[in-house]
């Protein structure tokens, strides 16, 4: 199972990557901190749901772009491994066009999912468990 999301993430970065050659390693960054962020929120949501943690805190703006801030740098300090992605690139580099329709429909719906789930999480809780 492991193995599966490993690879999933690898050809991730590969499509994404690849998807705009304007700024690619942006664009990489970017999707990740954007799916990143909203699976964060989403497990966040779930434990105020499940638990009442107390989610979202009651932080002014400007706690809010710090939070924000430091989630990002974090995250730029964990993934953003540029010379690691090229042995990525070199795994996919053969893929049929059929492999690659079906990547892309895959890793678009990934993004699709993981960016709405904060918002269809609470809707669907409060659609049939409230």
């Known amino acids: 199972m492991i193995s599966k999301i490993h690879k999933f993430y690898r050809y991730f970065v590969y499509r994404i990557f690849h998807f705009n050659n304007d700024s690619p390693e942006i664009n990489v960054m970017v999707f990740l901190g ?29 706690e809010w772009y710090l939070l924000a801030l430091l989630f990002f740098a974090l995250q730029f300090l964990i ?26 429909i895959l890793v678009w719906g990934y993004i699709i999912f993981s960016s709405f789930s904060p918002i269809y999480i ?6 049939f468990f409230r």
């Open 79 to 104: 993934f953003f491994r540029p010379s690691k992605w090229k042995t990525y690139f070199k795994e996919f580099e053969n893929e049929s066009k059929e492999e690659k329709r079906k990547g892309t």
């Open 34 to 62: 954007m799916v990143h962020g909203s699976i964060v929120l989403a497990v966040l949501i779930i434990l105020d749901i499940l638990f009442d943690v107390g989610f979202p805190p009651n932080l002014d703006k400007s």
């Open 122 to 127: 609470p809707v669907i809780w409060d659609a």
